[in-house]
């Protein structure tokens, strides 16, 4: 008695064909679905708005706070690179926008310098440096404040700039050319000759020319002809843990630090463990 025959089962190359296959197709789809949110929440939020959410992502962000033994990890490799080589000695006066729990504040104080100021949008964040800073006994104003706030003169007396060392990656999250170079100006007002660190997100992900660039363009030119949102500029986007936040190139980083009358005098992307950049008054 003989039995029916069987198809043959797939062989091992159809089935990883057709996984990948699969995969592929789920990565096109979300990286639509990623384009669509950006634009959708850029075009929904006004810039306080936008503002205000990446504050409240990060307020929850217990790995910042003063409980965590972030605060307490000194500088990271680049920060300590670029003050050693472009920072004036201690104990010259540092402002220190975007301070977090006093992680930075800590590690300069620990160098011999002064604090002249330092503000961050969280206010847990800003009473969690205070605690963590006065055993030091060191003094300074430290207040709770946004980029934003600074630029329009929104912050206590801080006497003379010698450098400024704008918190990890906060940068990144103030959107909009004009309010970035305000910034820069409120900066160089305080310091004439201070260096300002800075470091950012660089564009890892999305080339000019392919399927994600091109509706991202499509969609946010269709949101500006139905005038729905603020105005959003290439490099501008949405990340659900780090809020809004924008992606330097350096074409970018150059021409802002130039009408804020500052020069580029060092710049690292990809290359880098962070992306970061060193500005000089020119």
């Not at 699969?22 to 936008?50: H, I, M, P, S």
């Not at 009408?259 to 580029?264: K, T």
Request: proline share 9%.
């Amino acid at each position: 008695m003989s039995r029916s025959a069987r198809p043959d089962a797939p062989s091992s190359k159809s089935v990883a064909g057709s996984i990948l296959g699969l995969t592929r197709w789920v990565d096109r789809a979300y990286g639509a679905f990623t384009v669509v949110r950006d634009e959708v929440a850029l075009a929904a939020c006004t810039g306080d708005v936008r503002s205000a959410t990446t504050t409240a992502i990060y307020s929850r962000a217990d790995k910042y706070g003063g409980r965590s033994e972030y605060p307490d990890a000194g500088f990271f490799e680049f920060e300590d690179r670029v003050v050693r080589r472009f920072f004036p000695r201690p104990p010259a006066r540092v402002l220190v926008p975007a301070c977090g729990a006093g992680r930075e504040v800590l590690e300069l104080l620990r160098r011999g310098y002064q604090i002249a100021g330092a503000y961050d949008p969280v206010p847990q964040f800003v009473d969690d440096c205070a605690a963590r800073v006065r055993p030091s006994g060191a003094e300074f104003p430290l207040w709770v404040g946004t980029h934003q706030g600074f630029s329009r003169g929104s912050f206590p007396s801080v006497g003379p700039v010698d450098a400024v060392l704008v918190g990890w990656g906060s940068y990144t999250h103030l959107l909009g050319g004009p309010a970035r170079v305000s910034f820069l100006r409120a900066l160089r007002g305080l310091g004439p000759r201070a260096p300002v660190a800075l470091s950012f997100f660089a564009p890892f992900e999305e080339v000019a020319g392919s399927p994600r660039s091109r509706l991202r363009a499509h969609l946010r030119a269709g949101l500006r002809r139905l005038r729905v949102g603020p105005p959003s500029e290439p490099g501008d986007a949405f990340r659900p843990g780090a809020g809004f936040v924008h992606y330097f190139d350096r074409e970018r980083m150059v021409a802002e630090a130039a009408a804020a009358g500052y020069s580029v005098a060092h710049y690292e992307d990809h290359h880098a463990a962070y992306p970061h950049a060193v500005l000089i008054p020119g």
